[in-house]
């Protein structure tokens, strides 16, 4: 799987756009990027993954530049629920059977 | 209802001792997996089940060893537990191999004295 390169942490005031970056230069054409997050004291949580279209969901919108190497995604409204650990993850589809390689994320704050 | 759910919540125990922690899922899922976080934070996986087929992360120790009984449960036995294996357990489950998206339990914390 291509090697993921995140900031260590960020802060975004509550009712803000979160845009948290993500590098992966390596990334090969089959392999998709995922974002997860950790909430404090609780498992990991799916948020959205992509190819190479952006994406939105109810939760979140992921930018991939169209060379591939880099993504965003994109909270609209942070509220102080979203503070966590977010990971992005990059891998084929279909290779579940390694499990997810959690790198160690950015730990976003979200400040009143 | 709790889609991906572990007993027990917490666990203390002494160096030695053999224990179980269980999982649980609701969502109909036919592939499971056990994940560590150490003390630094970092999440690995150590299994992945499919019917049948397991998978074992090379580096985790035969004192680890999954069971599953049926589809909706895969249970991870620990003997001989030492200090190192002190660590929060997460239980996760996905609809095969072919998804990337995996539901997590609320994990385990196992405390080693």
């Known amino acids: 799987d291509a090697k993921t390169t995140q900031p260590p942490s960020m802060d975004c005031a509550e009712g803000r756009a979160a845009n948290l970056p993500c590098n992966h230069s390596?990334?090969?054409?089959?392999?998709?990027v995922y974002w997860y997050r950790q909430i404090h004291s609780q498992g990991p949580q799916y948020i959205i993954h992509?190819?190479?279209n952006n994406e939105t969901n109810e939760m979140a919108s992921l930018i991939i530049t169209e060379d591939r190497k880099s993504s965003t995604l994109i909270l609209p409204h942070a509220t102080l629920r979203d503070t966590a650990v977010y990971y992005c993850?990059?891998?084929?589809?279909?290779?579940?059977?390694?499990?997810?390689?959690f790198g160690k994320g950015t730990h976003l704050i979200i400040q009143p | 209802d709790t889609a991906v759910s572990q007993t027990p919540k917490y666990l203390v125990t002494q160096m030695g001792n053999d224990k179980s922690i269980k999982c649980e899922q609701n969502?109909?899922?036919?592939?499971m997996y056990w994940y560590k976080q150490d003390s630094k934070k970092f999440l690995k996986i150590m299994f992945s089940?499919?019917?049948?087929?397991?998978?074992i992360n090379e580096t985790v120790p035969n004192r680890f060893s999954p069971k599953s009984p049926d589809k909706a449960h895969l249970n991870l036995h620990i003997n001989s537990l030492e200090l190192g294996d002190s660590a929060v357990y997460f239980c996760?489950?996905?609809?095969?191999?072919?998804?990337?998206?995996?539901?997590f339990g609320p994990g385990t914390r196992l405390l080693v004295l």
């Open positions: 089940y499919n019917n049948k087929e397991l998978i």
């Open positions: 993850i990059v891998r084929v589809a279909g290779g579940g059977a390694d499990g997810l390689t």
């Open positions: 996760a489950s996905s609809q095969g191999w072919a998804t990337e998206t995996q539901y």
């Open positions: 969502l109909g899922h036919d592939t």
């Open positions: 390596t990334i090969s054409g089959n392999e998709y």
């Open positions: 992509g190819l190479k």
